[in-house]
């Protein structure tokens, strides 16, 4: 059975830094891409950010580029999203997910393999 299991969401001030784990089991790690989303109440689910199975490249979102960084530990079969400068409008709930795609999960997220049950982001003033 495959699991994706979320952790490290918070409450956190307005311009602070959160790191977002997500430790998988019963995959192959190695072999998927992985990515980061979010929702929002009364919102669409949001791409964030995807890194190729062996971690040498990442794709962002225009809205997060250069304040959220994924990694990838394929030893511990975690993949990692460090949030930095954030803000308010980030507050929602993120979810990582897995693909043996990289194009799945940045483009067609209906059909990404397997889903986390997300942790909350509560971005305070």
């Known amino acids: 059975q495959v699991q994706l299991v979320e952790s490290g969401g918070g409450l956190v001030q307005a311009g602070g830094s959160l790191r977002l784990s997500c430790t998988t089991s019963?995959?192959?790690?190695?072999?998927?891409?992985m990515g980061w989303f979010r929702q929002a109440p009364g919102k669409e689910r949001e791409f964030l950010a995807a890194?190729?199975?062996?971690?040498?490249?990442?794709y962002y979102a225009d809205s997060v580029k250069g304040r959220f960084t994924i990694s990838r530990d394929n030893a511990k079969n975690t993949v990692y999203l460090q949030l930095s400068s954030l803000k308010l409008e980030d507050t929602a709930v993120y979810f990582c997910?897995?693909?043996?795609?990289?194009?799945?999960?940045?483009?067609?997220?209906?059909?990404?393999?397997?889903w986390g049950q997300g942790t909350q982001v509560t971005v305070s003033p």
């Open positions: 997910a897995a693909d043996l795609k990289l194009h799945t999960l940045a483009q067609v997220a209906s059909e990404v393999a397997y």
């Open positions: 019963g995959l192959t790690f190695g072999s998927y891409a």
């Open positions: 890194i190729i199975r062996g971690g040498g490249s990442q």
